[in-house]
T-cell receptor, first 113, second 112 residues
Framework: DAEITQSPRHKITETGRQVTLACHQT?????MFWYRQDLGHGLRLIHY???????NKGEVSDGYSVSRSNTEDLPLTLESAASSQTSVYFC????????????FGPGTRLTVT | GDSVTQMEGPVTLSEEAFLTINCTYT??????LFWYVQYPGEGLQLLLK?????DKGSNKGFEATYRKETTSFHLEKGSVQVSDSAVYFC???????????FGPGTRLSVLP
């Protein structure tokens, strides 16, 4: 069965370190998205991609970067982790086109100490 | 820009009670509307969706009708179970794009 996976599921890191969160989908979806979920803020879009070599900034992109070298993967990199980036991160994917539902991964809980 | 408003809760009900979670939206054009559910420690799962006015989405006893005249997509269930305890998110898909706008989520607790 097709799925979307994230790794690691839990990560503790120190302030200033570079961290990469992995997202892999086997749906063969063109679109991929990264969100963060924080109490009181719901889901906020960090970055998104509509296809290979395409990346775009979302509403809370500062301090994060992504690259899309193939259809299946969209890794999220925190260049220099900050305590404000402690959060739960969700990756999602969808087919191209308006109205396409998004499929979510299980999430990565990141703690920056 | 597009936005989604929903009651934030928490909502606490007894088992077999009737559930309504209100959701209203602001959007240009004709968005698609969704309800997602998030169980503790998990990602979001699609619960139901509707793509045009007057459509009714339904799944697992939950229903919601796309009401363009009131810009609403309220979630209802006739008889909730303890296993329905979760956070519910209303969302829209932009008419002229491919991104989603999510509401803040409503936490539901169902007591036996």
């Amino acid at each position: 069965d097709a799925e979307i996976t994230q790794s690691p599921r839990h990560k503790i890191t120190e302030t200033g370190r570079q961290v990469t969160l992995a997202c892999h989908q086997t749906w063969n979806h063109n679109n991929m998205f990264w969100y963060r979920q924080d109490l009181g803020h719901g889901l906020r879009l960090i970055h998104y991609s509509y296809g290979v070599q395409d990346t775009n900034k979302g509403e809370v992109s500062d301090g994060y970067s992504v690259s899309r070298s193939n259809t299946e993967d969209l890794p999220l990199t925190l260049e220099s982790a900050a305590s404000s980036q402690t959060s739960v991160y969700f990756c999602a994917s969808s087919l191209a086109g308006p109205g396409a539902e998004q499929y979510f991964g299980p999430g990565t809980r990141l703690t920056v100490t | 820009g597009d936005s989604v408003t929903q009651m934030e809760g928490p909502v606490t009900l007894s088992e077999e009670a009737f559930l309504t979670i209100n959701c209203t939206y602001t959007a240009t054009g004709y968005p698609s509307l969704f309800w997602y559910v998030q169980y503790p420690g998990e990602g979001l799962q699609l619960l139901l969706k509707a793509t045009k006015a007057d459509d009714k989405g339904s799944n697992k006893g939950f229903e919601a009708t796309y009401r363009k005249e009131t810009t609403s997509f309220h979630l209802e269930k006739g008889s909730v179970q303890v296993s329905d305890s979760a956070v519910y998110f209303c969302a829209l898909s932009e008419s002229y794009g491919q991104n989603f706008v999510f509401g803040p989520g409503t936490r539901l607790s169902v007591l036996p």
